[in-house]
């Protein structure tokens, strides 16, 4: 029957933030923008330092020239006129030159007003870290400072040269230059930025919007061939990607004409059930009074009637349980295991005739489980245990089918092993799906997938753990693992 309509809740839309843009196009332009601002913001300083360090190395090479003047002029007599052309010239106001460890004022041109002492910028051992916050000192100290520079000279043998200048020109120079790096750093993020926007727009974004819409246009209405997703034949991730979801359009779209047939099928077995009981009910009374009948050969043909019957019977109840939406939530509780092997045992029809059962469960051993739907699972796989026996040709050896139980790590492991013919190779990849997993041409495949269904619904699960032509071996897993419940000693006998 058809599966009723469910109100699936959907997930709430968050807030919109409007300080961040919500499309993945305008945050990847964003962030683009950013980080390469970021990465030339931090340039900044090492330029800034690089081109503060040549502006004063061109003061000191003006200064060391400016103090050769003496050495070359008449009488090493220099004019005070050409003293100020040389300072002003260099644009410093002193220049100092320390020869063998002597220091000699070489020109100097007094300031008015400059009584506070210049600070030292030493360009002869100028660590990066220091070198790189010094523009800032400059950029940002006080007006009307003078600043005073030592360096190893390259023209005249000396110690150093220096020089003493007023630092207004040099915090003038450090503010254009900075200006400008700014903008041209503003300029070449933005540029760069639209570039590996559209780059990546073009070979990420575009693709990831193409496959979003496909899976939009897939979940609501995955027949429409418009909803496949068209394969790029790229090789990267977008490419796998692809590949996936066509795959997983693939089996969505078969899972859903599965259940679809499912349906379909379960609404057909619905419809013609009155009938078919009301079939089964007229061949079960023609049966009785068969059996009534002391012919031998009608005794003889009547069992293969009365399993043919069950079958029948079997077939129609395992497809209407399996048709139902779903299975009721387990209600597990602490239970004895060993009765409830044997309960399950006497109906899945064992018996010391046929196939007899061991049940190697200890008095007092428990399970928690809801007890119908172990029961359910118990009968399947000791049913479909001796059917398999029973069916196997040429056998002679008598049925066996025992049940065990081990506990570990707080979980209970229930084995039913047979001594039957194995599970065949081709029905062991399908051995747990619905009408696929039968190894028998009677059988629906129905059994085991309900039983793993039953088995999952507590938390465990039901897996194949052995088979070969000697037997096979079932696993049931269920969570907890409950003490073994005390036994009850027998009464005493009262005499009279």
Known sequence: MADAPTTEKLPKPSPRRYFWPGGLSARLLVLTVLFVALGGALTLPPSLASYEQQWLLDRVRAAELASLAPEVAPDRVVSEQLKAQFLN?????????SVDGARSLVFAQPRPGATEAPYLVDLRDRGPGLGWLAPFRTLFGPDGRR??????????KADFVEFVASDAELKRALANYLRRQILITAFVSTITGVLVYLALNLFLVRPMQRITRAMERFRTEPEDPEARIELSGRRDEIG???????????????????????AALGEAVAKINHDLRNMLTSAQIASERLAALKDPKVSQALPRLERALDRAVRLASDVLAYGKTQEPAPESRVLPLRPAVDVAAEEARLSDEAVRLVNDV???????????QLHRILVNLMRNAREAIEHQDGRTAPGVIRVSLAQADGVSQVRVADNGPGVPDRARERLFQAFAGSGRPEGAGLGLAIAR???????????????SPSGSVFELRLPGAPPRAPLKAPRARSSA
Do not use: C, F, K
Request: glycine share 8%; charged share 30%.
């Open 240 to 262: 796998r990607a692809e590949v996936e979801l066509s795959r997983m359009q693939a089996d969505l779209r078969a899972a859903l004409h599965s259940r679809a047939r499912l």
């Open 147 to 156: 600043v005073r520079v030592v360096a190893e000279p390259r023209i005249r």
């Open 89 to 97: 010239g260099a644009g410093v106001d002193i220049v100092a030159v």
């Open 362 to 372: 200890a008095d007092g051993d428990q399970v928690s489980a809801d007890p119908d």
């Open 453 to 467: 269904e039953l088995a999952q619904a507590h938390g465990g699960d039901l897996a194949l753990a052995e088979t």
